[in-house]
């Protein structure tokens, strides 16, 4: 039995409703358009659903409980709306100024990015620096009242409909590769300009940058965390990213198990219904099981984040796991629609090509197994059910 409160519960059948009513009858309309219309984030903002741990005095509900945000991912995903980057803005970046920011920018920031009248998105990969951040070559230059940025980022989502940007740069004329500062780059900002909107093959909805920098003068007061810590605070998030991940890759498989089997119980094939085929129900029982292990594995990782003990090696299981298994789904669903699954009026289409992308982003799936393999042969290795 899934652990949620009854006020969780609540809450999923709320945002549940607002999906239905306010995103999933407009997907079609942002797949085209190849971006979510700003207006969700503000409506998403109005109903509480958009940042559920900032204080009250932000606007938000101040319960830090990991679990809202499950539920956000899981019933985004459920309602074929997972294109819409909320959790991106709302507990990737957010709490950026919540672990490392001041007061006056969490007083200056924090507000907007509860009602949504405010966007946010994070910029560290560039052309040649992608899971290795040491490859960076974007900039910041100390000028004593303020920092000199110049370099560019690609690949980052919301790259369009983002106000706030937290871009990370390395220190000119320090040595130490690792040496970062994180900047807070807003909208407007002189010498700053963004690309068009990137196409790809999958992710239609979801708005995906360039971002350019040229000599933009970026004020002390929005320095983020400690000048030449910025790798150490990107890999602070690095945990909570892919549970992120983890929770949406679950929730996709799922959906990927769902409309499958509702195909194969209506398709007729050679007298018969697909689903009453022996390889049809071998394969669907196999992953149904790899489904609801993940899902187990999952709520653990939720369960150990809230108590704290999230760590990079129990994350990146899930990571790399979750994100094969939401892969293996994809396919298979996709074989066992026939010709069908190639076109794009079935979902399986598009939970096929968003899918690919899983293996990728937040450190690919050949990253996550150089993070438990190196865990597995160190003095430190215990397993989790140790």
Known sequence: MRKFTEEQHMFRDAYRKFLADEVAPRMDEFREAGIVDREIFKKAGDQGFLMIWPDEKYGGMGDN???????????????????????????????????????????????KCVS??????????????????????????DKGDHWELNGSKTYISNGINADVIIVAAKIAGVEDKHAMVLLIVERGMEGFDRGKNLEKIGLHAQDTAELFFNNVKIPKEN????????????????????????????????????????????????????????NTQFKMAEMDAKIDMLQVYIDHCVEVHNQGGLNAN??????MLGSEIEWEMADLGLQLHGGAGYMKEYEISRIFTDARMSRIYAGSSEIMRYIVGRDVFSQKYQSILE
Not at 249 to 272: H, P, Q
């Open 116 to 141: 949504g009248e405010t966007i946010l998105a994070v910029a560290m990969t560039e052309p040649g620096a992608g899971s290795d951040l040491s490859g960076m070559k974007t900039t910041a230059t």
């Open 223 to 278: 320095t983020l965390g400690t000048p030449g810590k910025g790798f150490i605070h990107l890999m602070e998030g690095l945990a909570e990213e892919r549970l992120i991940g983890m929770v949406g890759y679950g929730a996709s498989a799922r959906r990927a198990f769902d409309v499958t089997r509702e195909f194969a119980m209506e398709r007729n094939v050679f007298g018969k219904k697909l689903s009453d085929m022996q």
């Open 314 to 319: 129990i994350a990146a299981k899930g990571k």
């Open 65 to 111: 409980d990991f679990r809202y945000e499950q539920i956000i991912i899981e019933e985004t995903t459920r309602a074929g709306c997972a294109e819409w980057y909320n959790t991106l803005h709302s507990r990737l970046v957010g709490p950026y100024f919540k672990n490392i920011g001041n007061e006056e920018q969490r007083e200056r920031f924090l507000p």
